[in-house]
């Protein structure tokens, strides 16, 4: 009432047209008002595919072979994956600022923890002590320095390189050994995968024939890579599992047999002679064994040089893969296998997943150990 006593005598016929002006600029601006504010609230909410930076490092809390959509990860370098404590434990023991015995015994511990051992530790710091003893190196600084080009210069070899043999006209075979629970079958679903990639058929050839349940885990592995399968029964000998697989990729013309075999411990002398009997038979297949690759869990620790030193002597390992090094802070076992036995680490398991395989670089690694 108040109001409308105040405004009455404005609003004569003239003053019409203007009030209608007002009202329409008003309604014009709050509406913009509107917009914008409903777009920065929508801007601030988290959006479903915002990026999150996880590692996937719990490998006993997923299913070996799930594959579920994934958070993004942060990119798969070993830089990423590995968690070095390395680097901090080399600091620390080089903070002092001169380099006495106390140096030197903190430096061995630390490259013993990292699973160096003690024949590749003392060949890595043989060539520092007489540095140092020569005046050539003074500061911890350089020795630091020093280290990581000795250790870099340990791993070598001279190929790290898949052997596929193009020119053979018979599919060529790769064999994965190790002992149990390494990933072993996980390795190959990745390997499946990645020659996939480059164009080669794949089959794969169930030779773990101790549990029903292994051969489940590869089949699984074979549908979602599209590879073929070759299974045999249960407690079947491996070797004709091998065979046969080797003889169904012949004649369907694949180009590669990926052979899983069951998890053995190196000193079981009868589960040895069995994976040599498997090399035998596999070679003599109408395909070529061009590569046995020997999966190694990087967080076994020295165990694992004795069980490269079995495996080769039963099979010819032509390299290594070295799985689990996400999340891990050793790995040194790398530096004794290629120093003490030659054997080249060729393929690095970064997680679980499918593409959680990369190609071994000695220079990384290194850099990821120290930095
Ligand atoms: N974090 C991590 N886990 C891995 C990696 N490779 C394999 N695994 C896991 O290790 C476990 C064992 O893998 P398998 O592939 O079944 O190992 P295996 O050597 O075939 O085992 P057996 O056949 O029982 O001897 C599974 O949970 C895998 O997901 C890796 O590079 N990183
Ligand atoms: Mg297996």
């Known amino acids: 009432m108040f109001a409308l006593e105040i405004f009455a005598p404005l609003l004569s016929l003239e003053t019409i047209p203007t009030v209608l002006l007002a009202l329409t600029l008003l309604v014009v601006v709050f509406g913009l008002g509107v917009v914008l504010i409903a777009r920065r609230k929508s801007g601030s909410i988290p959006s ?13 809390t997923s299913s070996p072979i799930s594959h579920e959509p994934q958070a993004e990860t942060t990119e798969l370098t070993l830089a990423n994956r590995m968690r070095s404590s390395f680097s901090n434990a080399i600091t620390s023991a080089l903070t002092r600022s001169l380099i006495d015995q106390q140096t030197w015994d903190d430096l061995e ?20 002590r007489e540095l140092v003893k020569a005046k050539k190196i003074v500061q911890p600084r350089d020795l630091q320095i020093a280290l990581r080009d000795a250790m870099s210069s340990q791993l070598a070899v001279s190929s790290r390189e898949l052997n596929f043999d193009l020119s053979l006209n018979a599919p060529n075979i790769w064999l994965i050994v190790g002992v149990n629970g390494v990933g072993k079958t996980t390795t190959i679903g990745k390997l499946a995968a990645q020659q996939g990639k480059l164009g080669r058929s794949v089959l794969m050839a169930a030779g773990d024939t101790f549990r029903a349940a292994a051969a489940d885990q590869l089949e699984t592995w074979a549908e979602r890579t599209g590879a073929q399968i070759v299974r045999g029964n249960e407690g079947g000998d491996p070797s004709s599992v091998v065979f046969d697989g ?36 596999a070679d003599k297949a109408s395909g070529k064994v061009t590569e046995v690759l020997l999966v190694i869990d990087a967080t076994t620790g020295q165990n694992g040089l004795s069980q490269a030193r079995q495996f080769a002597q039963a099979t010819q390992v032509t390299g290594v893969v070295l799985t689990k090094l996400d999340g891990s802070a050793k790995g040194g076992i790398v ?13 690095v398991g970064l997680g679980e997943s499918i593409d959680d395989l990369v190609a071994f670089n000695p220079r990384e690694f290194v850099d990821a150990l120290f930095d």
């Open 48 to 60: 479903t595919n915002s990026v999150s930076i996880s590692l996937p490092n719990s490998p006993t």
């Open 109 to 128: 511990e630390v490259l013993l923890r990292a699973d160096l051992g003690v024949a590749t530790m003392t060949k890595v710091l043989a060539p520092l």
């Open 246 to 281: 080797v003889a169904r990729a012949t004649a369907k013309n694949i180009d590669l047999v990926l052979a899983d075999t069951a998890g053995r411990l190196q000193n079981n002398t009868n589960l040895m002679e069995e994976l040599t009997k498997i090399r035998r038979v």
């Open 335 to 347: 530096f004794a296998i290629e120093t003490e036995l030659q054997i080249p680490v060729k393929l």
